[in-house]
């Protein structure tokens, strides 16, 4: 079997990846497939954990910055009640 990717054997492209990938032929091929299969599980994972804390630090955020502006709806109130005070003097 002469090709030239993962899992075809040592010096034909498939690298030194385990005994399994050494010996080239369907099962290295085989070996390979389930490997990289593996590994895109594993990103699959890594990327859905990540997105969930980012929309959780989002929903954070949101929450901080909703705080934030009644907070600072508060102040202008008070503001304008010494505005107003100040002005009836």
């Known amino acids: ?3 030239s990717g993962s899992g075809t054997g040592v010096g034909h492209g498939g690298g030194a990846g385990g005994s399994i990938r050494e ?3 369907a099962l290295g091929m ?3 497939v389930r ?3 593996y590994f895109r599980r594993e990103q699959k ?3 859905d ?3 969930s804390k980012l929309e ?3 929903s954070q955020r949101q929450k901080e910055v909703e705080d934030h ?7 202008q109130q008070r503001l304008e009640e010494i505005d107003r005070a100040l002005s009836q003097k």
């Open 23 to 25: 010996a080239g032929g």
């Open 35 to 37: 490997e990289e299969e």
């Open 56 to 58: 959780a630090d989002i």
């Open 45 to 47: 994972e890594q990327l």
């Open 1 to 3: 079997m002469s090709g």
């Open 49 to 51: 954990n990540l997105k």
């Open 69 to 75: 502006e009644k907070v600072l709806e508060q102040h």
């Open 30 to 32: 085989a070996g390979a």
